[in-house]
């Protein structure tokens, strides 16, 4: 787990989804949630770790050890 990618799907007839997975590398969480007219992500990478972020608009980012917030209009 020194490479991740994390790519949530979400439905909004889930409304939400999170979860966390702990590796030898640390805690990695992925959150969404719809609010308003927009869909939240948050995530957290432990350090050391380096995560490719892809958003369901096409929106990719490689990212270190952290928290990290995006908001994406529907």
């Known amino acids: 787990y020194r490479s991740i990618r994390l790519a949530p799907t ?7 989804a ?3 997975l702990e590796t030898v590398s640390g805690r990695i969480e992925s959150y969404w ?3 308003s007219d927009r869909i ?3 995530f957290t990478v ?7 972020i892809v958003l369901p ?6 990212v270190g050890g952290g928290s ?3 908001a994406v209009k529907i």
């Open 33 to 35: 949630y719809y609010k």
């Open 40 to 42: 939240v992500f948050e």
């Open 68 to 70: 990290y917030c995006y």
């Open 57 to 62: 608009d096409g929106y990719t980012e490689t």
């Open 46 to 52: 432990p350090e050391g770790v380096t995560a490719e």
């Open 18 to 20: 999170k979860c966390a």
């Open 10 to 16: 979400p439905d909004k007839r889930l409304g939400f």
